[in-house]
């Protein structure tokens, strides 16, 4: 797994701000917008390439994962969640798993020291990996919702309520996944605990809640993308309840600043070490 060159990143901070040489020579704090910006660039085009084929992994696994639930799940309410869990669950596995493992390999490879060089604030490392990890997940979410649409013959009318689960779910996904690898003291368990958090969210997150046990119940509440989950299903009735998804969105963007939040702490705390 790649580590964003630091030349790459200090090139486009450099582009976004300083006004004279003398400035750029006391290496001044960069904001925080134009320093994340230049960030997400960096990570994004140099992630490209690489994130591309797990991107169709990840939409083949989640629309395979629907043609199996086809056969035992006919419609109504396990429908939408089967659906709506599977289209999510593409967000996981990218912004939760990759990005697990691409922070615990850049603790292990010393990327962190190279970052605390840049006059760049944590919060935009963080940020900034984030969005660019949760920008894959967006063709591949369209295409298994619009797939486990026609498959359980649900409406097409609401799919752009995506417009608003993605950006919630990944950035709650991805801080998880950011702070995992970032507490990790080796890339293995990092990578060991992407993957465990990938298999919370298919187990939880696409098989329908009213089957679970009670403690199964429990343990999805926890799981930041359920509210995700629960605001698209929302959307697939007939006459949704629009104050209830709105209220599930609304738990998911306050679950996602504060796994942000934990995020940006694990990364301070891994590069003083």
């Given at each position: 797994?790649?580590?964003?060159?630091?030349?790459?990143?200090?090139?486009?901070?450099?582009?976004?701000?300083?006004?004279?040489?003398?400035e750029?020579?006391?290496?001044?704090?960069?904001?925080l917008?134009?320093?994340?910006a230049?960030?997400?660039?960096?990570q994004?085009?140099?992630?490209?390439?690489?994130?591309?084929?797990?991107?169709?992994?990840?939409?083949?696994?989640?629309?395979g994962?629907?043609?199996?639930m086809?056969?035992?799940?006919?419609?109504?309410?396990e429908?939408?969640?089967?659906?709506?869990?599977?289209?999510?669950l593409?967000?996981a596995f990218v912004a939760?798993?990759?990005?697990a493992?691409?922070?615990?390999?850049?603790?292990?490879?010393?990327?962190l020291?190279?970052?605390?060089?840049?006059?760049?604030?944590?919060s935009?490392?963080?940020l900034g990996?984030?969005?660019?990890?949760a920008?894959?997940?967006?063709?591949?979410?369209?295409v298994?919702?619009?797939?486990?649409?026609v498959?359980?013959?649900?409406?097409?009318?609401?799919?752009?309520?995506l417009?608003?689960?993605?950006?919630?779910?990944?950035?709650a996904?991805?801080?998880?996944?950011?702070?995992?690898?970032?507490?990790?003291p080796?890339p293995?368990?990092?990578?060991?605990l992407?993957?465990?958090?990938?298999?919370?969210?298919?187990l939880?997150?696409?098989?329908?809640?009213d089957?679970?046990?009670?403690?199964?119940q429990?343990?999805?509440?926890?799981?930041?993308?359920?509210?995700?989950?629960?605001?698209?299903?929302?959307t697939?009735?007939?006459?949704p309840?629009?104050?209830?998804?709105?209220l599930?969105?609304?738990?998911c963007?306050g679950?996602?600043?504060?796994?942000?939040a934990?995020?940006?702490?694990?990364?301070?705390?891994?590069?003083?070490?």
């Amino acid at each position: 797994m790649s580590v964003v060159p630091v030349e790459a990143v200090a090139g486009a901070v450099a582009a976004t701000g300083e006004d004279t040489a003398a400035e750029a020579a006391l290496a001044p704090k960069a904001r925080l917008f134009p320093s994340l910006a230049a960030v997400y660039r960096a990570q994004l085009s140099r992630a490209r390439v690489a994130r591309i084929p797990l991107l169709f992994v990840a939409t083949f696994q989640s629309v395979g994962i629907m043609i199996l639930m086809r056969g035992v799940v006919d419609g109504g309410s396990e429908a939408r969640a089967v659906v709506a869990g599977s289209s999510v669950l593409v967000v996981a596995f990218v912004a939760l798993n990759l990005l697990a493992q691409y922070f615990g390999q850049l603790r292990a490879s010393g990327g962190l020291d190279h970052y605390a060089t840049l006059p760049v604030p944590p919060s935009s490392v963080v940020l900034g990996a984030a969005a660019a990890y949760a920008s894959f997940t967006v063709p591949g979410t369209f295409v298994t919702a619009v797939v486990g649409s026609v498959l359980f013959g649900l409406p097409l009318t609401h799919l752009w309520i995506l417009i608003a689960v993605i950006p919630l779910s990944g950035a709650a996904l991805a801080g998880l996944g950011a702070a995992l690898g970032l507490l990790a003291p080796r890339p293995e368990l990092a990578t060991l605990l992407g993957q465990l958090g990938m298999s919370a969210a298919l187990l939880l997150g696409v098989l329908p809640a009213d089957g679970m046990p009670v403690l199964l119940q429990y343990a999805r509440d926890l799981l930041p993308s359920t509210y995700g989950v629960e605001a698209f299903a929302g959307t697939f009735d007939s006459s949704p309840d629009w104050a209830a998804v709105a209220l599930d969105l609304g738990v998911c963007a306050g679950v996602g600043v504060i796994s942000l939040a934990a995020a940006t702490w694990a990364y301070r705390k891994a590069s003083v070490r």
